[in-house]
């Protein structure tokens, strides 16, 4: 049967049917789509919950500090979560020699679908600027009864893949794409760090090649689901607060309790530093 389909093949190269190019992709295994990079872009100003152990305990110990830049590696060993919005950079690319098409790229949501948001040790990250990249909106408490990536037009949200005003992504040979996922607690355009639940997904994308339709999942480094959550309704519950270096105009993190940063949230719109 092996033996039949080559000679068809071959046959359909002879006589036009088929380009080389495609012949390579009919005979090709695996997705289409071949993952790049997957970049948390933490340069939006979204702050980081270290979770408590579950055993109990401290999340963070003043050795635990974090460093002065934080960066993948530290979030990851900590198991630390996004608070109000999050921000992922997923670059891709066609493994086939025709052009694939992007038809849908959808949040799976883990089961539960969401939890009470946690406590831990809270770190304040102030933004440092932002990617120009087709950018994907993702509202996880939102009314919709399954959440869908959005695009965002002047403050104003509608549906990406679908309806009247619906985009496809075109993959060439060659070139890269950049998927910017970007999450949130309440609408985007609104200030972060809201209350809200503990959720995870995977990211599915729908794409045509070879004249069929598949799918593909993608997950954060180290084969973790994405994560986010709100703050909880009251931020006196953290066990600690850790202060970014901007905020504070200091080196370092500057560690204070809690209640401190309770205090200090109510007494001015400015964070000022103690």
Known sequence: MTTAYFQDTLRAVAEG??????????????????????????????????????????ALSARDAPPDSLDEEWLAAHGAIDVGSSRWEITVETRR????????????????????????????NQAAGGGDKIALYLVIDGPRPRPVFQRNEGGRLSPFFVGSKARRVTLEKGRKETLAIVASIGHPDKSTG???PYCQWSVQVDYIAGGGRHRMSIRAPGNRLFALTGTLPDVARYQAVFLDGLTCARQHYTKVSASKYAGLLKASSRLECP
């Open 194 to 196: 809201r209350e809200g």
């Open 97 to 124: 020699n025709e052009d694939v098409e992007i038809v849908d790229v959808r949040p799976v949501m883990a089961a539960p679908r969401c939890g009470p948001a946690p406590s831990g040790a809270l770190v304040t």
């Open 17 to 58: 049917w088929l380009t080389p190019g495609e012949v390579a992709d009919s005979v090709s295994a695996g997705d289409a789509i071949r993952v790049v990079d997957i970049h948390h872009d933490l340069d939006t100003g979204n702050d980081i919950l270290v979770p408590a152990p579950k055993g109990g305990g401290n």
